[in-house]
């Protein structure tokens, strides 16, 4: 089993930033990778962005320029750093570590709100 625990969210205004952090903790070894997913009122949840563990990122297109994944493998932590905030990306954002067979893990989610 992982635990993936979330911090960093919060209410900032648009333009501003925001960092996300995501600490894993139990059997590392069993995911392949990490990422945020996020679901805002009403809508399906969608994927931010996914860092690999050999450092292989992938992002939305709706975030690319603006957020940036990053790890820190001796802390088993991801990281989100989120620039130029929308009102748009008012979410909860999810931790996500997907497991090297099926399925994956997810954490409790934190909430982040964009103010116009």
């Known amino acids: 089993q992982v635990q993936l625990v979330e911090s960093g969210g919060g209410l900032v205004q648009a333009g501003g930033s925001l960092r996300l952090s995501c600490a894993a903790s139990?059997?590392?070894?069993?995911?392949?990778?990490m990422g945020w997913y996020r679901q805002a009122p009403g809508k399906p949840r969608e994927l931010v962005a996914t860092i690999t563990n050999g450092g292989i990122t992938n992002y939305a297109d709706s975030v690319k320029g603006r957020f940036t994944i990053s790890r820190d493998n001796a802390k088993n932590t991801v990281y989100l750093q989120m620039n130029s905030l929308k009102p748009e990306d008012t979410a909860v954002y999810y931790c996500n570590a997907p497991k090297w067979g099926f399925g994956s893990y997810w954490g409790q989610g934190t909430q982040v709100s964009v103010s116009s």
């Open positions: 139990g059997s590392i070894s069993s995911i392949r990778a």
